[in-house]
């Protein structure tokens, strides 16, 4: 029995849409995933500008690290401000204390007249933002910055910028980050990254994955079901199996509890032991988050069956690398009540962007 457990680990995030709630209604009601994207997610990300993403990151951030989450792995798409944005990313994270692995998310789904394509040939060019994307990685990387490529996913991109995100992971020792067949828009990623993913991709979603490709597999249990794309069935895969959350918070013990709970209601035979295992996997990305002490007002939170009934409760410190960056449920070296007055600035003129 004990009130602490180590750092815990989202493993697909996106801080950009922090932001996001409260954004005006679409002006049609989407009926499908695609969508989705096209009307909610690809007008928030064009919108973007670097201080809409610092905040939106700063937020994000001290949220993650008063749910006990102290590391997050962040898939970043900003189509009008690339240059520069993992670091702004970074920094944030830094100065809230919350460690992060960033990536850009490469896509070829603006075409070089400044199109959108919502669907995108494989046999197409690379386009010139797919490269922005990949030099956005690069530079982030190569300046030492803890991070991977990321790649929107198959279907937004041609096999070119595939291949050329995989060569530029290989030349950084790391692996592509990658939404995979999260819809049925998406059915061929499967074919498409057979021949080119390795054991230290990410596979954000596989819901529809028709084959078993190389890399890590991250759920996202809540995502999955606002987005209506069906069940990803990840206690059937061999590949290991990590959770995330796809940008709503990172409240990782919510996350479990609806994971256990979708899990239940596909298998009554499972455990919430099962989906403890895929928040200890995220050790594999952040070894040293087993170092980090998050202290609840519960006395039982090492008992995945007690994490799993027990709502409500709520991390009050966080020490990280021996630093108390969390003290009484509140940030250390920030002021949540200064980075929610920001981010509700900046919210107001996203808001009026995407209304205009
Ligand atoms: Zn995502």
Request: proline letters at 3%; hydrophobic letters at 35%; glycine letters at 8%.
């Amino acid at each position: 029995m004990t009130n602490q457990t180590a750092g815990l680990i989202c493993a697909h995030h996106h801080l950009y849409s922090t932001l996001a709630r409260g954004m005006p209604a679409t002006a049609k009601m989407p009926t499908n995933f695609l969508e989705i994207l096209q009307q909610v997610w690809w007008r928030l990300d064009v919108a973007l500008d670097n201080e809409m993403i610092y905040w939106s990151a700063m937020l994000g951030a001290c949220e993650a690290l008063m749910n006990g989450t102290t590391c997050i792995i962040d898939h970043h798409e900003s189509p009008n401000c690339i240059e520069g944005s993992l670091s702004t990313i970074a920094r944030a994270c830094g100065e809230v204390g919350v460690r992060v692995n960033a990536c850009y998310g490469v896509t070829d789904r603006w075409s070089n007249d400044g199109k959108l394509q919502s669907k995108v040939s494989p046999i197409s060019k690379m386009t010139e933002a797919a490269q922005r994307g990949l030099d956005e990685c690069d530079r982030y990387l190569s300046d030492g910055g803890r991070g991977m490529v990321g790649a929107h996913a198959a279907f937004t991109c041609s096999d070119e910028t595939l291949n050329a995100a995989s060569d530029l992971a290989t030349k950084h020792k790391t692996g592509v980050h990658i939404h995979v067949a999260e819809g049925r828009d998406d059915q061929h990623a499967g074919a498409r990254l057979e021949n080119l993913s390795k054991e230290n991709w990410h596979l954000i979603h596989a819901v529809h994955l028709d084959r078993k490709l190389s890399g890590y597999i991250v759920h996202n249990p809540r995502s999955n079901m606002n987005n209506s794309v069906g069940y990803a069935k990840p206690s059937k895969l061999s590949n290991k199996v990590l959770l995330g959350t796809d940008g709503i918070g990172a409240d990782m013990l919510e996350e479990a509890r609806l994971a256990y709970a979708r899990l239940r209601e596909f298998d009554v035979t499972e455990t919430p032991t099962t989906v403890w295992s895929w928040i200890e996997n995220g050790y594999d990305l952040f070894p040293e988050a087993k170092g980090d002490a998050v202290t609840y007002n519960y006395d039982h939170v090492d008992n995945p069956w007690h994490l799993a009934f027990t709502p409500g409760l709520a991390v009050t410190d966080v020490e990280i690398d021996g630093e108390k960056v969390l003290t009484s449920g509140l940030p250390t070296r920030v002021d949540i009540n200064e980075i929610r007055a920001k981010a509700a600035e900046q919210a107001l003129r996203l808001h009026q962007r995407l209304a205009s």
